[in-house]
């Protein structure tokens, strides 16, 4: 449950309490903030000197990891085509493409319980192999595949830096599907982490993105109104469709604009662009 969530990451951060835990306590009452009250991991004072207060529109935010804070795509070529390697794979130039069109796929299906997980994770690739007529143990090859995904920890453009700036302003936290000791793992290696009061992993709490199941126990931890609470992720199926099934607002984070017509209440291209919104 999101108690154990909590437990892992403070394990993690190897600290007792988090950083945020001496400043926001319980739901937050207010919208006007000091700026600088606490500084951010690694900085030596305020992020914002020159003004001492700052207007929220928000009291907390939600935020997607994969391909919003952490680049999933490029983590996902790296460890595919080291699997690959790793099972002596005839080379093929759109295996990668193809595996990842197959994955997300079913990572949808997944989102609308039409399969566990545990089926998943295997079935992605006992279907990729069937296509081109490999014979390859598609659980082992999950298990070297899903190892090496946890070696990769790329940020997305501006992540650090937003992450930085609304540290000192409001309670951080992420929401994310996924495999808990992957997202764990690659949430740290990023060095992340200490900016986040909690992350919340689907696997962690027995359900999935978009379902109320999941954003529920979510809601009853982060204790604000929902009117003060924002999601931004790069998913309309899973981010944006949970936000609006639960009554909070919506960031949709497109940066290619692939959607554009999706119902989110706000779109951003840039992570940049999430600050003000924020603020208001």
């Known amino acids: 449950g999101s108690g154990r969530v909590l437990v892992r990451q403070r394990e993690l951060l190897h600290q007792p309490d988090g950083p945020h835990d001496q400043v926001f306590c319980g739901a937050v009452s207010g919208h006007k903030r000091q700026r600088g009250a606490v500084p951010a991991p690694g900085r030596d004072g305020p992020l914002f000197p020159e003004r001492s207060e700052v207007f929220l529109r928000y009291d907390a935010l939600l935020l997607d990891a994969d391909d919003t804070l952490l680049d999933f795509s490029r983590a996902e070529r790296e460890a595919f085509t080291a699997a690959c390697a790793h099972f002596s794979l005839p080379p093929r130039a759109d295996r990668c493409a193809r595996y990842s069109a197959v994955n997300e796929r079913y990572w ?18 006992e279907e990729l192999f069937a296509e081109e007529g490999l014979s390859v143990d598609a659980a082992a090859f999950d298990r070297f ?6 070696n990769y920890a790329f940020c997305i453009e501006g992540a650090r830096e937003l992450l930085q700036a609304l540290y000192p302003l409001l ?3 992420v929401v994310t599907n996924g495999v808990a000791s992957i997202q764990y793992r690659r949430l740290k290696d990023s060095d992340l982490l200490p900016y986040l009061r909690r992350v919340f992993v689907s696997e962690e709490l027995g359900a999935d993105k978009p379902s109320p199941a999941f954003f529920e126990p979510v ?12 999601i931004c992720g790069d998913s309309p199926s ?14 949709l984070f497109d940066p290619s604009e692939r959607y554009p017509d999706t119902d989110s209440t706000y779109t951003i291209r840039t992570l940049a662009a999430l600050l003000p919104i924020v603020t208001g």
């Not at 545990?118 to 992605?124: F, I």
């Not at 899973?238 to 960031?251: A, F, N, V």
Request: hydrophobic share 30%; with cysteine; proline share 2%.
């Open 108 to 125: 949808k299906l997944l989102e609308q319980k039409q399969i566990t997980r545990d089926r998943l994770v295997v079935r992605r690739f």
């Open 145 to 150: 595949y899903r190892e090496q995904l946890g």
């Open 171 to 173: 309670p951080l936290y």
């Open 219 to 230: 809601l009853h931890e982060v204790g604000v109104e929902r009117s003060r609470l924002l």
């Open 238 to 251: 899973s981010d944006i469709r949970g936000g609006r099934l639960c009554g909070i607002d919506t960031c």
